[in-house]
């Protein structure tokens, strides 16, 4: 029974989800694309992403290791500090030279293990051995945190530089490709152009030439025949009477 007019569903919109997803995947491609162009460092995978990984690390590594001699630089400069106040002395002298020559070799001492020397210099003067404890375990704590930062930080580079090398062996095997395959195309076209050149081509030309002579011109054809086999090869002659059965 037909559905009165009035009770007939009206007909649906055309599904608009095909064309969202389809301007959603341009949008996400051009936003690629122009990143590839504007910032290629953010990119995983190309070369200036790897580059300038290297060079995070690279900066990461050295501040670890300026970090770390810093602080072995401020706790060098308190024990000279400490050593001026002990009575003259051959090791008051050695301590004082050598103390000197191993700040030449180190950065600048870092201001804040400064200030914590200097309260452990404090708590040793003044006998306070409980603060001074206290004091030289945090040292501790640090000294093995810098170390770990340190560790941590040549891991990174180590990691970069392998990642380096992978991307150059991987360029190196494409280059290897590209020449396999621009001598790949060269030789088919060799073998194009010499096959052309033994069966078809000229060997075809003159062979329907040949065909026309005799038909139109058997006078000349008579007059041109002593010469084709005159100055034509055993191979040249089979090339060309393969298109005129000459």
Known sequence: MKTPARYQRPPRPPRRAGFALAIVTLYIAG????TWLVAPSVLPGTA????AVSTATTADLLEAQTARSATAAAKVVKIQEANTAAPPSPAREFIALESASALADLPPPAAAALIEAEKRRAAVFAG?????RRLYGLAAEQSEKLAA????ATAARQAADVALVEAAAASHRANIAALALALLAAGAAFAFFWVKAQFGGFPQAIGRGINEMKAQQPAAFALAEPFLTRYMDRHEQARVSTHSGF
Not at 31 to 34: K, T
Not at 48 to 51: D, I
Not at 149 to 152: H, I, K, R, S, W
């Open 128 to 132: 306070e051995r409980d603060e001074a």
């Open 31 to 34: 936003a690629l694309f122009v």
């Open 149 to 152: 930062d340190l560790a941590a």
């Open 48 to 51: 200036s992403h790897r580059a």
